[in-house]
């Protein structure tokens, strides 16, 4: 049953996106030492230039690597808030 559950999440989301997420997290676990605001900035602005990052050097470059980097972001501020 759980492998079931655990093969149906990795089919959903790529290992690619969970990467992104777990970084956004850390990202502001680290930056909201000043307030949250700086640290959902601080993630916005880490997610984009790792995609500015991925466009100079030939890597895939996606809104959506962004996007998930800030829900890591979003998902820290929830933790954070209690």
């Known amino acids: 049953m759980f492998r079931s ?7 959903a989301i790529p290992q690619d996106k969970c990467l992104h997420v777990i970084a956004g997290v850390l990202v502001f676990a680290i930056a909201h030492l ?3 605001q700086v640290g959902i900035a601080v993630v916005i602005l880490v997610g984009i ?10 890597g895939d470059v996606s809104v959506w690597d962004v996007a998930a980097t800030l ?8 933790c954070f808030a209690r």
């Open 5 to 11: 559950i655990e093969a149906a999440i990795m089919r």
């Open 49 to 58: 230039a790792k995609e500015l990052l991925d466009h100079f050097t030939g």
């Open 34 to 36: 000043a307030t949250w």
């Open 71 to 78: 829900s890591g972001g979003l998902l820290g501020l929830l």
